[in-house]
């Protein structure tokens, strides 16, 4: 079985700041992993996603991710935040079954 | 990448009554659809998978009396709740596959008053 771990509830960071959004699985076959945005009332936006290949992996809004095999971890980082970059992120991982896993999330507060 | 669309967006519906939701792909077929559900400040949880023309597959715990599921056709799948309660108020989000990754729906609000 997979599952995902998100490290942090909660993130306050300052406006232009680096942030990094923590993410670990679990899983005892090959994974896909992705990154999902989520703004108050409204469904999920896909920021990253790997598959294969390069493990660093650039996605929307400025935002990228580095897959690590050996720390099973696929942190997401972003080198300057902005107010609007304040939502919910949601790490999540499936085998290629499409039935996605997710994490329990992590809300980004950016502060002015 | 390819939509997915829901509908309604959100509904409120009286006690004791049911309400379906739809989840459609519109520029692809997908043979397999996921629905979740998602409580307030809470992650996503898988609720069953739409498989087309059979039964849905249902997670641990997921009433399927209560929460029925049909996949008539490769671009739809409907989730009804039967006899809503407010407990089973909640974001409830379908997603699609094309066969190279999923696709989420914007999600349906439902609130039960």
């Known amino acids: 079985a997979q599952s995902v771990t998100q490290l942090d509830s909660q993130v306050p960071v300052f406006e232009e700041a680096p942030v990094e959004l923590r993410c670990n699985y679990s899983s005892s076959v090959s994974v896909y992993l992705f990154w999902y945005v989520q703004y108050p009332n409204q469904g999920l936006q896909l920021l990253l996603k790997y598959l294969s290949g390069s493990t660093l992996v650039k996605g929307i809004n400025g935002f990228e991710a580095e897959f690590n095999k050996s720390q099973t971890s696929f942190h997401l980082r972003k080198p300057s935040v902005h107010i609007s970059d304040t939502a919910e992120y949601f790490c999540?991982?499936?085998?290629?079954?499409?039935?996605?896993?997710f994490g329990a999330g992590t809300r980004l507060f950016v502060k002015a | 990448g390819a939509v997915v669309s829901q509908h309604p967006s959100w509904v409120i519906c009286k006690s004791g009554t049911s309400v379906k939701i739809e989840c459609r792909s519109l520029?692809?077929?997908?043979?397999?659809m996921f629905w979740y559900r998602q409580f307030p400040k809470q992650s996503l949880m898988l609720m069953a998978t739409s498989n087309e023309g059979s039964k849905a597959t249902y997670e641990q715990g997921v009433e399927k009396d209560k929460f029925l599921i049909n996949h008539a056709s490769l671009t739809l799948s409907t989730l009804t709740v039967t006899s809503a309660h407010p407990e089973d108020s909640s974001f409830y989000i379908c997603?699609?596959?094309?066969?190279?990754?999923?696709?989420f729906g914007q999600g349906t609000r439902l609130t039960v008053v």
């Open positions: 999540a991982v499936n085998t290629g079954g499409f039935k996605t896993i």
């Open positions: 997603s699609a596959s094309d066969n190279s990754e999923a696709f």
């Open positions: 520029d692809f077929q997908a043979t397999t």
